[in-house]
């Protein structure tokens, strides 16, 4: 009889997958438990109470702990000069992560918090230390062999350094200007209005950026400026230095027939007044402006999302209410459509507006190559993501805006510079 072969536990990839196992079934039930005690509904939720739990201390023992464990799991099975150089990389690159996020804030970038997205890439590379060793040992076990996953490692590590330099510190900074022309089908062969679009500005302080802005949107020489939400960042609504710099940035802007704006999802409705009071904008709440402007009849309608904010973002409040203004509506002059969002964009359609300005996706924020946005906000998915949309007799524009929405999400852009956007309306 041919004698039964010990398997050595430690060799059995079937050990493994049942500790794997074992670990997202404890995790999972760990979640429950908060959840059903805590009444965390989501990912989000789950981020926002650990994230008002963090602190330096915390931070500081959690990535002791997780060098530890990375150093136990870098070590299993290779050579001593393998696993110093790996766990190298990993330290490394958290410094290096931490060393962005402080000079931005320092150079006037971004004013967010630190602590939570060092907390979140630290565990971005822990898990990619953890990866490539098992993809290592997984290679060894079907004979392939992984001989170089050190080097391997210490490369994906300085990719994700180069990828958060650009994307907190770089891209962030690059303003760009992108042109549309609009036929206006009314057009009685007057020279082509220019309208200046900005939105999602999402201001926590006035800096550089926020500088250049006015810049390049007084050197466009705009006939009209419209505005479409997210003025302040959502973690910055209520601080008044940040509402004082809005002003003098609102001040700042010139545009010869006048600026006219709508609210966005973030706009507190209750500090209108502290926003725009006394300044020469044109606040458009559910009604009409009509301008001739050197031959051409405009019409712009606006809607602020402040119904929709009310009742938990259900755009069905403002579809009522778009739909209310269309009666309105004149057929014989060039019409615009301000909402934040582009989630009426089947309505503004249907009403036969012109032009529908949105922003509210910032394109994605975060972008994938070959993909595009990650997530968008936007009912539509990836619908209306960024960039313009003719659909029917509407040309529909999302822009990418200018800021970074608050909160959890980080103060990042990747492929997915800010953007202005000027309309040139004339024939064809």
């Known amino acids: 009889m041919r004698p039964l072969r010990n398997v050595s536990p430690s060799r059995s990839p079937w050990l493994w997958l049942l500790l794997t196992a074992l670990l997202l079934v404890l995790g999972a039930a760990a979640f429950a438990c908060l959840r059903a005690r805590y009444g965390w509904e989501d990912l989000f939720s789950v981020v926002w109470h650990l994230a008002q739990q963090l602190s330096r201390k915390r931070l500081a023992l959690a990535l002791l702990v997780s060098g530890a464990v990375a150093w136990v799991a870098l070590r299993w099975r290779s050579a001593p000069r393998a696993a110093y150089v790996a766990l190298s990389a990993y330290l490394a690159g958290v410094l290096a992560d931490g060393a962005v996020l402080l000079w931005v804030e320092h150079l006037g970038i971004s004013y967010g918090p630190v602590l939570l997205p060092l907390a979140l890439l630290a565990g971005l590379r822990f898990a990619l230390a953890l990866g490539w060793r098992v993809l290592a040992w997984a290679s060894r076990r079907v004979g392939l062999g992984l001989a170089p996953w050190p080097l391997l490692h210490v490369a994906a590590q300085w990719l994700i350094c180069l990828v958060v330099l650009d994307g907190f510190a770089i891209e ?197 190559p070959l993909y595009g946005a990650v997530v968008t906000s936007s009912i539509y998915g990836k619908r209306y993501e960024m960039g313009p949309y003719r659909e029917g007799g509407t040309l529909i524009y999302v822009s990418r805006g200018i800021g970074m929405e608050g909160w959890l999400v980080p103060r990042m852009r990747l492929f997915c510079p800010p953007e202005i956007v000027c309309y040139d309306v004339g024939g064809s």
């Open 172 to 368: 962030p900074a690059q303003l760009t200007l992108s042109r549309v022309a609009v036929r206006d089908p009314y057009d009685t062969g007057a020279r082509p209005v220019r309208i200046v679009q900005v939105t999602d500005l999402h201001l926590e302080r006035a800096n550089d950026l926020t500088r250049r802005l006015v810049e390049m949107v007084n050197g466009l020489q705009p006939d009209l400026i419209v505005l479409t939400g997210d003025y302040l960042n959502s973690s910055y609504a209520y601080d008044p230095q940040a509402v004082s710099d809005l002003r003098d940035w609102l001040m700042a802007l010139h545009a010869r027939y006048g600026i006219y704006a709508t609210l966005g999802n973030v706009d507190p409705p209750e500090l209108e007044r502290d926003y725009f009071g006394g300044l020469p904008v044109t606040l458009l709440e559910d009604r009409w402006a009509y301008l001739d402007v050197d031959g051409h009849r405009l019409a712009i309608a606006g809607l602020p999302m402040r119904r929709s904010r009310q009742h938990g973002f259900d755009i069905q409040h403002d579809r009522r209410a778009l739909a209310a203004l269309v009666p309105a509506k004149p057929v014989d002059r060039f019409s615009i459509l301000l909402y934040h969002s582009p989630d009426l964009a089947p309505e503004a359609v249907e009403a036969g507006f012109n032009l529908y300005a949105a922003g509210h996706t910032h394109g994605g924020q975060i972008r994938l």
